[in-house]
């Protein structure tokens, strides 16, 4: 399966007591980049988020946005600091006997006193917030997925396209290199004959410049291993179009690949010093450049 590293997907649901809602949002990155923002309360469950994800994300910087609220109030817990108590009522009870004073302390002026009374909120139990969230989250990832999955495909299919035009421009390329041979021989028996005014060359010694030429201009290895490259290249992407279920890595593999067809072609462009040759390899490179380009895109 072939996706793109650059996806959105998005899900909310009310799952037991909580509302969910969950972002993913990814771009382009050589590795896998993940940020996940949820609230403090669920931070425990971060890492289970993580690797839940990481089963089906390979690549890419990778936004999770995770919302997760109550749909009913939690239940509050009051309570009561009796150590901070006893000491307001031993240092209340020794002012008014201190200064002959009327202890009137009543029960609603201690609770006004401070950090005797605290209200909490009970602690949300993580395992049911978890199976609030995973659900959620499957249908986000699935979304996310789906659209990466539309993506890589459209990708896919235009660089099995490209490779079809680097393919027509080789064959041109070595079509046309016996002829560069058969110009440089019938260019240079001219230049010889022009230099002997008239004279008889030395068919030997024409004979094997010509072969030292041929053999400095000869790409036939060049032609066959950027052929190679080319087929290898395209059984990858239309196996990878063919196949269903988890990703592979196919940028990384397809990269070296890249590399190698702008090498061969380069080395071509230098043996053969000819115009035409030398714009179709121009042609070649920059077509390589598009598709270098486009599997920067590839999971």
């Known amino acids: ?7 959105y997907g998005r899900s909310s649901a009310v799952t037991g007591n909580y509302d969910v809602t969950v972002e993913i949002r990814s771009v ?3 590795y896998l980049e993940m940020f996940i923002h949820m609230p403090r309360f669920c931070s425990p469950l971060e890492d289970r988020v993580r690797n839940f994800l990481r089963q089906q994300i390979i690549r890419g910087k990778t936004e999770v946005n995770i919302s997760v609220k109550s749909v009913e109030d939690q239940s509050r817990k009051i309570t009561v600091d009796n150590a901070l108590l006893s000491d307001y009522l031993e240092v209340l009870s020794k002012t008014a006997e201190e200064y002959s ?3 009137d302390v009543t029960v609603s002026t201690l609770f006004r006193l401070p950090e005797v009374l605290t209200t909490e909120k009970e602690e949300a139990d993580l395992e049911d917030v978890w199976q609030a ?3 959620t989250l499957c249908a986000a990832l699935s979304d996310f997925s789906a659209q990466r999955e539309k993506e890589g495909r459209f990708l896919a299919e235009d660089i099995l396209d490209k490779c079809s035009q680097i393919e027509e421009r080789v064959s041109a390329i070595q079509a046309r290199s016996p002829k560069l041979v058969e110009a440089y021989t019938a260019k240079l028996r001219e230049r010889i004959l022009q230099l002997l005014d008239g004279g008889t060359p030395d068919e030997q010694r024409l004979l094997t410049e010509v072969a030292i030429m041929a053999d400095k201009m ?3 290895e060049e032609i066959v291993r950027l052929g190679s490259h080319i087929r290898n290249f395209s059984d990858i992407f239309r196996q990878g179009l063919a196949e269903e279920g988890a990703p592979s890595p196919l940028g990384k593999k397809t990269d070296f690949i890249v590399q190698e067809m702008n090498r061969e072609i380069n080395t071509v462009s230098s043996k053969i010093g000819d115009m035409e040759v030398t714009l179709t390899a121009i042609e070649v490179k920059n077509i390589i450049e598009k598709i270098r380009e486009q599997i920067q895109n590839i999971e």
Do not use: Y
């Open 101 to 103: 004073l009327v202890n």
């Open 133 to 135: 969230i995973e659900p």
């Open 218 to 220: 000869a790409v036939d």
């Open 28 to 30: 382009n990155h050589r």
């Open 1 to 7: 399966m072939i996706r793109s590293m650059t996806g």
